[in-house]
T-cell receptor, first 117, second 108 residues
Framework: DTGVSQNPRHKITKRGQNVTFRCDPI?????LYWYRQTLGQGPEFLTY????????KSRLLSDRFSAERPKGSFSTLEIQRTEQGDSAMYLC???????????????FGPGTRLTVL | GIQVEQSPPDLILQEGANSTLRCNFS?????LQWFHQNPWGQLINLFY???GTKQNGRLSATTVATERYSLLYISSSQTTDSGVYFC??????????FGTGTRLTIIP
């Protein structure tokens, strides 16, 4: 299966700890997205990359959150000093976009479920 | 502000029934996707349909961009169709804005 993969699938941490999630996109996809989904809601956009460049960040992405995609392949999302309100499913998606900025189908990974105690 | 609304919020049907899910959006869109989120949280792509009609097996979708709505049709429902259905749109930028979702329950 060459879909989007995410690790870990589940993470339980104590308030105040730092956590890091990894996303591996579909291999030929140059765009990578992070979303967050809380219980009973639809996913909400956090940030996206075109290759290694981070092009847009939501206001939901506080200064405790940082995302990287250093070589334009996999990406990491780090949350520092976690809070109980950070508990959510963190979803990664990828797409194949051309340089003209056209949108294309986004394919989602299975998500990382974070629980902050 | 930009809005994506889905109806109905909940739908309970007997196995074998047909259903229509609706997605209304508040502005012109570059892209519209329908997803099925299974009980484990995985978002499964159903359709990429900014306009027109597409069919895939028992599922079909129609988007009327000029009237700012899309419909997802499910025929001969099966219990495996249960889950939450989301539409999501691009309003001229890269991010997907998700709708409020329709929770579908198919009873055997």
């Amino acid at each position: 299966d060459t879909g989007v993969s995410q690790n870990p699938r589940h993470k339980i941490t104590k308030r105040g700890q730092n956590v890091t999630f990894r996303c591996d996109p579909i291999s030929e996809h140059n765009r990578l997205y992070w979303y967050r989904q809380t219980l009973g809601q639809g996913p909400e956009f956090l940030t996206y990359f075109q290759n290694e460049a981070q092009l847009e960040k939501s206001r939901l992405l506080s200064d405790r959150f940082s995302a990287e995609r250093p070589k334009g392949s996999f990406s990491t999302l780090e949350i520092q000093r976690t809070e109980q309100g950070d508990s959510a499913m963190y979803l990664c998606a990828s797409s194949l976009g051309d340089l003209a900025g056209s949108t294309d189908t986004q394919y989602f990974g299975p998500g990382t479920r974070l629980t902050v105690l | 502000g930009i809005q994506v609304e889905q109806s109905p919020p909940d739908l309970i049907l007997q196995e074998g029934a047909n259903s229509t899910l609706r997605c209304n959006f508040s502005d012109s869109v570059n892209n519209l996707q329908w997803f099925h989120q299974n009980p484990w949280g995985q978002l499964i792509n159903l359709f990429y349909i900014p306009s027109g009609t597409k069919q895939n097996g028992r599922l079909s979708a129609t988007t009327v961009a000029t009237e700012r709505y899309s419909l997802l049709y499910i025929s001969s429902s099966q219990t495996t169709d249960s889950g939450v259905y989301f539409c999501a749109v691009n309003f001229g930028n890269e991010k997907l804005t998700f709708g409020t979702g329709t929770r579908l329950t198919i009873i055997p």
